[in-house]
T-cell receptor, first 112, second 115 residues
């Protein structure tokens, strides 16, 4: 079992729709959770972080965390073609001195 | 306020040569992290360094790879006797201290191609 799992996609949504990206993790003591966006050929860009159960909203992005289910998701409202990218879920394990474990990413395409 | 600077952006090496990748952290940052992204894969942690110290190298291959972060100058990731399987994007990130509650910012990366 991978430590951090994501559906690889590709996930396609029409412009203006809600894109839903999911991530599960195996280490129950994980403490911090992050979503990065990576455009092709570019470096990952941090877009959301979440540490407590529940929802966290930032503009069009909402991160959701459920530690009991070991599940974290990212919702993108009013999706735009510029949101087309690979989205990486990352988890910081307790006691790992800032080592992040990444999923393999979900490729999102927003169709105009 | 410059971000994390990595150079070169692209590096081509023949099999058996050495590759040196440099990372200059953000101003005031004394902690550096190196990650590798193989084609079609997610990022994998390699090593975490503070000035003059290696804190966690659990992700480093046992042979041919080494890293340093001297008191002065950039952090260096060194790959000796490169092989085709070393072709990847290598990303560096930095932070002021190992706070668990924020994600760090990556540099633009070095794309290594071994021919």
């Amino acid at each position: 079992q991978k430590e951090v799992e994501q559906n690889s996609g590709p996930l396609s949504v029409p412009e203006g729709a809600i894109a839903s990206l999911n991530c599960t993790y195996s280490d129950r003591v994980s403490q911090s959770f992050f979503w990065y966006r990576q455009y092709s050929g570019k470096s990952p860009e941090l877009i959301m972080s979440i540490y407590s159960n529940g929802d966290k909203e930032d503009g069009r992005f909402t991160a959701q965390l459920n530690k009991a289910s070991q599940y974290v998701s990212l919702l993108i409202r009013d999706s735009q073609p510029s949101d087309s990218a690979t989205y990486l879920c990352a988890v910081n394990r307790a006691g790992s001195a800032r080592q992040l474990t990444f999923g393999s990413g979900t490729q999102l395409t927003v169709l105009p | 306020n410059a971000g994390v600077m990595q150079n070169p952006r692209h590096l081509v090496r023949r099999r058996g040569q050495e590759a040196r990748l440099r990372c200059s952290p953000m101003k005031g940052h004394s902690h550096v992290y190196w990650y590798r992204q193989l084609p079609e894969e997610g990022l994998k942690f390699m090593v975490y360094l503070q000035k003059e110290n290696i804190i966690d190298e659990s992700g480093m291959p046992k042979e041919r790879f080494s890293a340093e972060f001297p008191k002065e100058g950039p952090s260096i990731l060194r790959i000796q006797q490169v092989v085709r399987g070393d072709s990847a994007a290598y990303f560096c990130a930095s932070s002021t201290r190992p706070e668990k509650d924020y994600g760090y910012t990556f540099g633009s990366g070095t794309r290594l191609t071994v021919v």
